[in-house]
């Protein structure tokens, strides 16, 4: 359903009191009987599970495609381990690490941009869109990697940052590929109907402020020009613990709104950011969605609203993708102790 969501982000900006947008998409296998390899292999069990999801957690803000940051890096050659209870997994760059500089860059020029539908992606944008046709009540956001997570999956992560140092253009020329791709990519996904995208960088958590802009603030720039628009909004994610010393990059690439994990303090990211700038976060997902009890949900859930929804700005989110075998008790909890902060 088409919405303006520029609308959307002001009336969730000057709502006193707002319904919390967890990064929940996984869990839904629990729902339905199923595994993750169905989940991500199959558009009509993707859509389904959203749908599961949605219904579910009646009082949630939105409804959110998977994180499944293994796609976009499968199209380009990338090797990935998929599982039946853990989220798909890069275990192979498509760069050789183990050739010269030269021979390293030539690999980078010749890599080709693949075709949107490559791979698994017309599974993602298939399911988009019919889930966009089931969930009418709320926005419908798809998911994508962001360009420096992206380029450092195909370099190999751990190389990567050498690279930087080392081989900076050629770590340009994957960038540009990269965000080339992810441009439409998500252009594919607003063509079949989502609201919006939660794009997800959490490798720029690895750079350095130096870094940062260069390599992962200016691309993510370039993306958000291309893409947002008043339909359309944009969602960055970043779950490093350098946010908060990278932050003007991140702000830099003009998002709708702004998500950080737990391993930076909530109340200080809010602290340094426009009062006009939506921002989420950041309930563990590991520590206490996935191996947390509904006790522990409900303490460090109210804990963080306690120290950060005196920010206007604030909406209370898991701090990333909920695993796929959280517990459904600890999920409600979540959103119980969200109801129980706002009754006051």
């Known amino acids: 359903m088409k919405r303006n969501m520029d609308q959307w982000t002001k009336e969730l900006l000057e709502a006193p009191v707002k319904k919390a947008l967890p990064v929940l998409s996984f ?105 966009v046709e089931d969930i009418t009540d709320r926005p419908v956001f798809a998911g994508v990697i962001g360009p420096f997570s992206l380029a450092g999956r195909l370099m190999d ?11 900076p253009d050629m770590v340009h020329v994957v960038l540009e590929k990269a965000t080339e791709f992810i441009i439409n990519y998500i252009k594919a996904y607003k063509e ?9 960088e959490p490798l720029a958590g690895l750079l350095s402020p130096a870094l940062a802009q260069e390599f992962s603030g200016d691309y993510c720039k370039k993306i958000v020009d291309a893409v947002r628009d008043e339909n359309f909004a944009f969602i960055y994610h970043n779950c490093g613990n350098t946010a908060n010393v990278t932050l003007d990059s991140i702000l830099s690439c003009g998002a709708s709104a702004y998500h950080f994990g737990n391993a930076v303090d909530m109340a200080e990211i809010l602290s340094k950011v426009p009062a006009d700038t939506i921002c989420m976060g950041n309930v563990d997902p590991a520590g ?39 517990s459904w008790d600890n999920i409600d909890a979540f959103f119980a102790a969200v109801d129980e902060y706002y009754a006051k």
């Open 288 to 326: 206490q969605f996935r191996n947390g009890t509904p006790a522990s949900v409900r303490e460090a859930t109210l804990e963080v609203m306690e120290k950060c929804c005196s920010y206007p700005n604030f909406v209370i989110s898991s701090g990333c993708d909920i695993p796929p075998l959280s």
């Open 157 to 167: 992560v751990t190389s990567s940052m050498i690279y930087c140092y080392d081989e």
């Open 27 to 131: 869990p839904s296998i629990q729902l339905l009987g199923i595994t993750v390899n169905d989940l991500i292999s199959d558009s009509a069990i993707q859509a389904k599970g959203m749908k599961a999801v949605a219904d579910r957690t009646p009082k949630a803000g939105g409804s959110v495609s998977l994180m499944d940051l293994s796609v976009e890096a499968e199209c380009f050659g990338a090797e990935i381990r998929v599982s039946d209870d853990e989220v798909p997994t890069v275990v192979g760059s498509v760069l050789d690490t183990e050739i010269d500089e030269d021979e390293r860059m030539a690999q980078a020029e010749a890599m080709e941009v693949p075709a949107i539908g490559a791979g698994r992606t017309q599974i993602y944008i298939d399911a988009i869109a019919k889930a």
């Open 192 to 200: 079949v109907g989502a609201n919006g995208v939660v794009m997800a």
